[in-house]
């Protein structure tokens, strides 16, 4: 899956996507363990998958702050740090 061809969805049909792959991974390290796996290399490929899905979700939440602790406050001050006392 391309990101550029995700970004055309919906966040529905997003989620749904990730659910399959999530779906996908299981069976294939299932197979794996069992030594059924014909293409080792698809797990990885649907492990990468997940993320970009994951990655491209969290964007469309509009969380895209990544948890960084450096937005500024309204003091000026950034985030964990103290504000100056005045």
Not at 17 to 34: N, P, V
């Amino acid at each position: 899956m391309k990101s550029k061809d995700l970004r055309t969805l919906t966040l529905p049909e997003l989620e749904q996507r990730l659910r399959e792959a999530q779906e996908e991974q299981f069976k294939l390290k299932f197979q794996h363990k069992t030594g059924q796996l014909s293409n080792p290399l698809r797990i990885r490929e649907v492990r990468k998958d997940i993320a970009r899905l994951n990655s491209i979700i969290e964007e469309m939440k509009g969380d895209t702050t990544g948890g960084s602790d450096t937005k500024s406050t309204a003091s000026g001050a950034t985030a964990g740090e103290q504000p100056a006392a005045e």
